[in-house]
């Protein structure tokens, strides 16, 4: 599967923003999917998952209540909608997939796919 997210910017403190994820190749219910965000000098952490088939999002504490993650399996499509965005939610959001677990799952070294990222940069 081939992944690409998308819909960074550049906002306030405070500010919304809107993240895509496209897949092609095998459909998105084959897999494990997740957001995972990066900033520099921290580690990877990912904000958002999903099991395979219909599942509800699973979210990181630092995010929960302010993001969130909805997966269109028959598009193959994938959103986080972020609201109430923060300095230190600056980073570079990947979707990702994984084949090689059963469940969802909060450690990025399980997953296997990773799509190009796209940068959020919240200041003032």
């Known amino acids: 599967v081939q992944l690409q997210a998308s819909g960074g910017g550049l906002v306030q403190p405070g500010s919304s923003l809107r993240l895509s994820c496209s897949a092609s190749?095998?459909?998105?219910?084959?897999?494990?999917v997740a957001w995972i965000r990066q900033a520099p000098g921290k580690e990877r952490e990912v904000v958002a998952r999903f099991n395979r088939g219909n599942s509800n999002p699973y979210y990181a504490d630092s995010v929960k209540d302010r993001f969130t993650a909805s997966k269109y399996a028959a598009k193959n499509t994938m959103y986080l909608q972020m609201n109430n965005l923060k300095p230190e939610d600056t980073a570079e959001y990947h979707c990702?997939?994984?084949?090689?677990?059963?469940?969802?799952?909060?450690?990025?070294?399980?997953?296997?796919?990773w799509g190009r990222g796209t940068q959020v940069t919240v200041s003032s």
């Open positions: 190749g095998r459909t998105f219910s084959n897999y494990i």
């Open positions: 990702a997939a994984s084949s090689v677990i059963w469940g969802h799952s909060s450690d990025p070294t399980k997953y296997n796919y």
